[in-house]
């Protein structure tokens, strides 16, 4: 059998006097780097909030304005809709047949034929047989 011997480790040496004793635990400053990539990235954060705050507003905007757009379409579309009823009852009462209709319907006497005017060149026309009819006094 081997005998062993105990194993001898040198005793810890006193600290000195003129030096002052380290101590185990030391104030940790926080590293300047992480603090401005902390602030980079919280103002990117923001500066992208911002960004789809001000898009989703464009887009409300747009949405808002081609609602009022189709709106103004459809009451420019009834309008001219009834611009052409119009139109077309214009047209018809413009006619001579419309016409007929009309004194027919105001209660005005029919003449017995239909004569149609045409213009006359001066002096072409015969002088009145009676004197002058804007003279006599209306009583």
């Known amino acids: 059998m081997v005998a062993t011997q105990p194993v ?81 009852d214009l047209a018809r009462v413009d006619s001579p047949e419309g016409l007929e209709q009309w004194a027919i319907n105001a209660g005005l006497v029919l003449a017995p034929e239909v004569v149609i005017l045409s213009p006359v060149a001066l002096d072409t026309l015969a002088p009145p047989t009676s004197g002058n009819p804007f003279s006599e006094a209306v009583g």
């Open 8 to 88: 001898r480790r040198p005793a810890a040496r006193p600290a000195r006097q003129g030096q002052p004793r380290q101590a185990n635990l030391r104030v940790v400053r926080p590293d300047h780097r992480i603090r401005v990539v902390g602030m980079l990235g919280t103002a990117v954060a923001v500066g992208l909030f911002a960004v789809l705050f001000v898009v989703a507003a464009l887009h409300a905007l747009l949405v808002q304005t081609q609602a009022q757009i189709d709106a103004q379409r459809v009451a420019n579309a009834a309008v001219q809709a009834e611009l052409a009823v119009v139109n077309a």
